[in-house]
C-alpha cells in the first residue's frame, strides 16, 4: 500500500495504514502514527501532478485554508514523488446533510480560490496560466480525450457530440480572470466541521484559467440539488468577487466534463472505471439527444 522507500523518506514510525477510496487518480493513505499523530501521505499519478500539487500550497496558504505541506520526496524510476500531508479534521461535503449555509461558505471558498492571480515573479514548474488563450486550452483538452471516446463511442454519438460540442463552444461568454481554478472542485474534495469549511484538498489539476470551469462539478453532485443551495452558494461568492452568469456556461462545461470523463475512463482502464464510464455515457447521452 505504501512503499518502504516512501516510508523511509518521510521516517514514518507507522502504527495503521489505511488507503484512501474516493482518490479516482493518485494513491492517498492515511497513516496513522505511533505517538498517536494522523498524516497522509499522497502519491500523485504522474510528475507534472506532483509538481501541481506541491506549488498550489505555497500559492494558497494566505488564501484558502488546506492541509499543510509538511514534507516532499521527489521520487525515482518507480513513483512520481509524494508528498507527506497534515490531517484536516471534518468529513468531506458529499457525506454531510446539505444546507444553505454551508453552500452560502463554499461559495466564498471559491471566490477566495478564485481571487488568487498568477504570481508575477514566481516561474511556475506546474501550474501553467491557461487563460490567454483559454479557448485553445478547452479545445485541446477535449479533442485528446476525443481520441479516447472514439473507440469506446458508438460512430453516430459520437459525431453529434462533435457537432454539440463546436456548436456550444460559439456561445460562451468572455473568459474571466486569469484566476486559480481547481479543476476538480467537487464535494468530496471540500471538507467540513461543526464549525462550517474546514479546508479543500487535491491540487493536482489546478490551473490558472477562466472561473468558467470551475462550477461543473460542485453543481453536479451538490448544488444542482436544491435551488437553495445554488442560490445561497451564489449569495456566498458575491462576497468575495462577481460572479459570473452560470447559466451561460453550465451547459456547455457540463457537458464537456461528461464526455471527457468517458476519455478518462478508457484511458484509466474501463474495467476498472466502468461505473464512472457507464454514469458519464448517459450524462453525454442526454445532452446530445
Not at 49 to 66: C, G, M, P, Q, S
Not at 119 to 140: A, C, Q, Y
Not at 168 to 174: C, F, I, N, T
Request: aromatic letters at 12%; proline letters at 4%; charged letters at 30%.
Amino acid at each position: 500500500m505504501l512503499p518502504n522507500r516512501i516510508m523511509e523518506a518521510f521516517e514514518l514510525d507507522i502504527q495503521r495504514l489505511e488507503e484512501v477510496e474516493d482518490s479516482k487518480s493518485s494513491t492517498v493513505v492515511r497513516c496513522e502514527l505511533t505517538n498517536s499523530e494522523t498524516v497522509f501521505v499522497k502519491i500523485p499519478y504522474s510528475k507534472i501532478k506532483f509538481e501541481r500539487e506541491r506549488e498550489a500550497y505555497d500559492i494558497l496558504k494566505t488564501n484558502v485554508r488546506t492541509p499543510s505541506l509538511l514534507a516532499t520526496w521527489e521520487g525515482d524510476d518507480t513513483y512520481s514523488g509524494a508528498l507527506l500531508l497534515s490531517k484536516l479534521d471534518g468529513i468531506s461535503l458529499a457525506q454531510q446533510k446539505a444546507s444553505p449555509n454551508i453552500a452560502y461558505e463554499v461559495g466564498i471558498l471559491q471566490g477566495n480560490m478564485h481571487n488568487v492571480a498568477p504570481p508575477d515573479k514566481t516561474v511556475l514548474k506546474g501550474i501553467d496560466n491557461e487563460f490567454p488563450n483559454w479557448t485553445g486550452f478547452v479545445e485541446r483538452q477535449f479533442y485528446s480525450f476525443a481520441e479516447d471516446v472514439k473507440e469506446v463511442m458508438e460512430a453516430a454519438l459520437y459525431k453529434k457530440a462533435i457537432v454539440h460540442f463546436e456548436k456550444l463552444k460559439e456561445l460562451l461568454p468572455a473568459p474571466d480572470g486569469p484566476s486559480f481554478v481547481h479543476m476538480d472542485f467537487r464535494a468530496a474534495n471540500i471538507l467540513v466541521d461543526d464549525k462550517g469549511i474546514a479546508g479543500v484538498l487535491d491540487f493536482e489539476s489546478v490551473r490558472f484559467g477562466s472561473t468558467e470551469i470551475d462550477f461543473t462539478k460542485l453543481y453536479r453532485d451538490y448544488l444542482s440539488k436544491d435551488t437553495a443551495l445554488f442560490d445561497a452558494f451564489k449569495e456566498g461568492y458575491k462576497t468575495v468577487r462577481p460572479m459570473i452568469n452560470l447559466e451561460l456556461v453550465l451547459s456547455f462545461y457540463q457537458f464537456v466534463d461528461a464526455f471527457n470523463s468517458i476519455g478518462w475512463s478508457k484511458r484509466r482502464g474501463l474495467e476498472e472505471h466502468f461505473d464512472f464510464y457507464k454514469e458519464n455515457a448517459e450524462r453525454v447521452k442526454d445532452f446530445v439527444l
